[in-house]
């Protein structure tokens, strides 16, 4: 592969990964959200695993991309059951009214975000991974 593009996955990684973190945190009050904020995460490694190849991608990510789909279903479910448990309705949004920076006012809403963007990341890489692992064409 090219020097160019192992350089520029190495650098690009940590600031697609801040970026798709600042997605996620802004999502709740304004564009952006768990879903676009996985999105570009995963991307952020699917270019990594095209500079660096499989192996090295699965390295970095230290677990199975399903274990990100399931916490992110997790995150999803238990975010909806403060609502119930607090006001008897799945899924209703509580919230804390102590406004944090950058992000404001915490609430469900928000940790329901982090599902989806844990559960998006890891589908997606689920796909990227499997397809890699496929064997070419011209392989066979």
Same mark, same amino acid.
Do not use: C
């Given at each position: 592969m090219?020097?160019?593009?192992?350089?520029?996955?190495? @650098?690009?990684?940590?600031?697609?990964?801040? !970026?798709?973190? !600042?997605?996620?945190?802004? /999502?709740?009050?304004?564009?952006?959200?768990? &879903? %676009?904020? /996985?999105?570009?995460?995963?991307?952020a490694i699917?270019? @990594?695993?095209?500079? !660096?190849?499989?192996?090295?991608?699965?390295?970095?990510?230290?677990?199975?991309?399903?274990? @990100?789909?399931?916490?992110?279903?997790? $995150?999803? &479910?238990?975010? =909806?059951?403060?609502?119930?448990?607090?006001? =008897?309705? &799945?899924?209703?949004?509580?919230?804390?009214? %102590?406004?944090?920076?950058?992000? /404001?006012?915490?609430?469900?809403? &928000?940790?329901?975000?982090?599902? $989806?963007?844990?559960? $998006? !990341?890891?589908? %997606?890489? %689920?796909?990227?991974?499997?397809?890699?692992?496929?064997?070419? $064409?011209?392989?066979?």
């Amino acid at each position: 592969m090219s020097l160019l593009l192992h350089i520029a996955a190495r @650098y690009l990684l940590p600031v697609l990964i801040l !970026f798709s973190l !600042f997605l996620l945190m802004r /999502g709740h009050n304004e564009p952006g959200g768990g &879903f %676009t904020g /996985g999105l570009v995460a995963a991307s952020a490694i699917a270019l @990594y695993a095209i500079a !660096f190849g499989e192996g090295a991608t699965r390295r970095l990510l230290s677990t199975h991309p399903r274990n @990100y789909v399931v916490a992110g279903i997790a $995150v999803a &479910f238990f975010s =909806g059951l403060v609502g119930l448990v607090t006001q =008897g309705v &799945f899924l209703v949004g509580v919230w804390d009214n %102590t406004p944090i920076p950058i992000i /404001g006012k915490i609430g469900t809403p &928000f940790i329901f975000d982090i599902g $989806v963007y844990l559960a $998006v !990341f890891g589908v %997606t890489l %689920t796909i990227l991974l499997a397809l890699m692992d496929e064997p070419s $064409v011209n392989e066979e």
